[in-house]
């Protein structure tokens, strides 16, 4: 694979990833990436890690779709927004999805109350995609056509897998 197939390869994944927010998902709500568990701090993770992360993310989304000043400000309040809207959501999805695993290993606990509270991290993890939902409905309104067509041709290509959709070539 040649290098500039990676870049695009690398580039497609970066927009439809940032495009769904989940970059920060994955790093704040498996506890598996908690050293331990029952301390507070390390459930939610290094924040410094969190911002840096998000902070890469977001500026390479920038770089890609060449955003202007005034996109920039406004894509950064959106997905500011967002997180604040899913940080405390993604909190409580962490303690309940530990409930839930020593639900599993006791064995007194009923198949019904197992099941129930699967649904409510169900409910909050839908909670969570819908706030995703309207934050890239907003998104796209702030882009220019171009930028939009783009990002269509990136996770076109990603889905696909085929490196070449991601060009833009009509």
């Known amino acids: 694979m040649n290098k500039k197939t990676k870049n695009l390869a690398v580039q497609s994944l970066l927009a439809v990833s940032f495009f769904s927010l ?3 998902g994955a ?3 498996d506890p598996a ?4 568990p029952v301390s507070p701090q390390m459930t939610t993770g290094d924040p410094q890690l969190r ?5 890469h993310f977001i500026n390479k989304f920038f770089k890609l779709i060449d955003a202007s000043e005034s996109q920039k400000k406004e894509l950064n309040a959106l997905f500011d927004e967002q ?4 940080g405390p959501i993604r909190e409580k999805m962490r303690s309940r999805g530990l409930k839930l695993a020593d639900m599993i290993a006791d064995d007194s606990v009923s198949d019904q109350a197992l099941l129930a509270e699967a649904d409510e991290l169900k409910a909050m993890k839908e ?5 995703r939902r309207n934050t890239m409905i907003k998104v796209r309104s702030i882009l220019t056509k171009e930028q939009k067509e783009l990002i269509a041709s990136r996770i076109k290509a990603r889905l696909t897998g085929n490196p070449r959709l991601g060009l ?3």
């Open 22 to 24: 989940g970059y920060l």
């Open 27 to 29: 790093v704040t709500t």
């Open 33 to 36: 990436f908690a050293m331990d």
């Open 51 to 55: 911002e840096a992360l998000k902070n």
């Open 83 to 86: 997180c604040q809207f899913a």
């Open 127 to 131: 909670e969570i995609a819908t706030g």
């Open 168 to 170: 833009g070539l009509k």
